[in-house]
């Protein structure tokens, strides 16, 4: 049984911080990428920041130097820093796992940045 649990989202102002929150279960979590997606309303899910089983990464143009993933195997957990958000950041947060072509979502956490 898969299972990813996000936490950690919220209300929070423009210019303010957020640190999201992903448990993995029943994968092999030290082999696999694990990456951040976000979706709004209206919009497609689009990759947020990623992180491969070595620590390398990748972040979308639009969070570069305000967003850092990064996990601690140790937990099976992976984290999503945010700073600096925006009001265009609003969206629901899913955590999304990757190994041999097979992937798995959390269930999302939504995020809304008040102007």
């Known amino acids: 049984q898969v299972q990813l649990v996000e936490s950690g989202g919220g209300l929070v102002q423009a210019g303010g911080s957020l640190r999201l929150s992903c448990a993995a279960s029943?994968?092999?979590?030290?082999?696999?990428?694990m990456g951040w997606y976000r979706q709004a309303p209206g919009k497609q899910r689009d990759l947020v920041a990623r992180?491969?089983?070595?620590?390398?990464?990748d972040y979308a143009d639009s969070v570069k130097g305000r967003f850092t993933i990064s996990r601690d195997n140790a937990k099976n957990t992976v984290y999503l820093q945010m700073n600096s958000l925006k009001p265009e950041d609003t969206a629901v947060y899913y955590c999304?796992?990757?190994?041999?072509?097979?992937?798995?979502w959390g269930q999302g956490t939504q995020v809304t940045v008040s102007s």
């Open positions: 029943g994968i092999g979590f030290t082999t696999n990428t």
């Open positions: 992180i491969s089983s070595v620590g390398m990464t």
């Open positions: 999304r796992s990757e190994r041999l072509g097979m992937y798995y």
